[in-house]
């Protein structure tokens, strides 16, 4: 009797760059019930007094026959259809054979019937293209593992189906309508929104029933599943027994009977001129790739001509909120300074979308995630000159339309564009003019309008101010 089960069984993911057709697994199964255990002991005397010069006790030879059909141990290949006694039996028959797929199966049976017959008694598979691999979905493995509760990654993916499964007819027409939908149910999330790689599966399953009474289809568990896709990925569950304990297998109905179950990676490694030549390519591969990226990118790098600051700013307004009306944009412009100058034909403006509020805490925030990028140069006129220049100025106005097209001014702001290089996230505050009297509250209420500045400069001292501030 076994002293130990391994109660890990979990699945494991392995990535690999080999192809997945070279994976070897080898299975074995025991039964540990007391009939065997008892067998198996008388068996052990025997071959001791047959070494000490005992007499031969020839009432083992049926025990010893039975025993032989309660332990099985077979490598089998990715994909590699090992057939059950239950198919035996199905696809004997040509009639009852449906598809191309079963009556290749009919084929194959027959040719292993006339010659070697099968080399699998209790072990089988399901592979990828049975009709049985979703199989898993009916019913439950009866390898004993600890009680869990299902991720909430687990809870998605369980919607996902097998992409054979769930194929649907190809149609030339798209349907025009709701192509988009705004408001979408808890189940239109759970089939539609989860990303669906292509996975091919297989089954290794147990025959576990009484000794000759095998294909029976209650008698039939799940020993382990393996999934691979197109990325290297192999998820395998129950992971193989390394140096654990075995697995533990108790069927179902009134004998409750106990199995044990060893899983063992046999796949071969690779050979030393194949790693070899496979370390060749990837490195020709990546010197291409590199070759590549610097054909692209080119040696020589454009460079100012002497005595000029080129300064690129690449920015992003993200959002803005605690202002008054909703449906937000933002008008703004970039001003430069005395000995400043940009290309003809680059704009220093631009307007963002309109976008609506969202509230979050206690503000409205409209989120607008609108991209910009200015490039400019500085020449100095005086070379003797040591002091720093001005800096670009981004001046910002923000503005509300509602759905009477009434606009509103909702404030003014600007930011000097920051000296050092790199990633700054800034905070512009704004501000608005205000009118005194009831009387400009409601224009602005009703018909939208509001005071505006003559110039969106006047927000700071201009940079054409000749005066001291």
């Known amino acids: 009797m076994a002293d130990g089960w391994s109660t890990d069984t979990g699945e494991a993911v392995y990535r690999s760059r080999d192809a997945v057709k070279n994976l070897k697994m080898k299975i074995r199964i025991q039964r540990v019930t007391s009939t065997a255990a008892l067998s198996q002991h008388l068996q052990q005397q025997v071959l001791t007094q047959q070494e000490r010069g005992g007499i031969e006790l020839d009432t083992l030879n ?37 598809t191309p797929l079963e009556r290749q199966y009919h084929t194959e049976i027959m040719a292993q019937e006339r010659t070697r017959g099968r080399r699998n008694r209790r072990i089988f598979t399901y592979t990828d293209f049975d009709r049985f691999t979703n199989w898993e979905g009916h019913s439950q493995s009866m390898v004993t593992q600890v009680k869990s509760n299902p991720t909430f990654l687990a809870e998605r993916m369980a919607n996902v189906r097998h992409r054979r499964q769930d194929r649907r007819p190809v149609d030339s027409t798209i349907p025009k309508s709701r192509l988009i939908t705004w408001e979408p149910s808890e189940d239109f999330v759970k089939t539609s929104h989860v990303v669906n790689t292509p996975v091919q599966t297989m089954h290794i399953m147990g025959d576990l029933g009484p000794p000759g009474k095998l294909g029976q289809k209650e008698k039939e568990c799940l020993l382990c599943t393996i999934r691979a896709d197109g990325n290297g990925v192999v998820t395998i569950k129950p992971d193989f027994n390394k140096a654990k304990e075995p697995y533990r297998v108790e069927t179902e109905g009134e004998k409750r009977e106990v199995w044990r179950l060893t899983l063992e990676n046999v796949s071969e490694g690779i050979r030393p001129e194949e790693k070899e030549r496979e370390q060749r390519m990837y490195k020709d591969l990546y010197v291409r790739h590199k070759d590549y990226l610097n054909s692209l990118v080119g040696q020589d790098f ?30 703004f412009f970039l001003e430069l300074p005395h000995n400043w100058s940009t290309l003809p034909f680059h704009s220093l403006s631009g307007v963002t979308q309109t976008c609506r509020t969202k509230t979050i805490g206690k503000d409205d925030v409209a989120f607008f995630s609108y991209p910009f990028s200015f490039e400019s140069f500085f020449r100095r006129e005086d070379e003797t000159e040591e002091s720093l220049p001005q800096w670009p100025v981004l001046y910002f106005k923000v503005l509300s339309l509602d759905f009477w ?39 602005r209420f009703f018909i939208g309008g509001s005071p505006e500045l003559e110039d969106y400069s006047y927000v700071r001292v201009p940079g054409t101010f000749k005066g001291i501030c």
């Open 405 to 443: 097209q009434r606009y509103r001014n909702e404030g003014y702001g600007y930011l000097v564009i920051p000296s050092t290089p790199g990633k700054h996230t800034i905070t512009c505050h704004t501000w608005r003019p205000l009118q005194t009297g009831t009387v400009s509250e409601l224009r």
């Open 62 to 98: 049926s025990q010893s026959q039975s025993a032989g059909d309660d332990d099985e141990e077979l490598v089998v290949g990715w994909q590699e259809k090992l057939f059950s006694q239950y198919e035996v039996d199905l696809f004997q028959s040509e009639s009852v054979c449906q």
């Open 302 to 331: 454009e460079m100012p001509p002497p005595g000029i600051l080129r300064l690129l700013v690449n920015g992003e307004i993200d959002s803005a909120k605690g202002f008054e009306y909703d449906n937000l944009y933002v008008h």
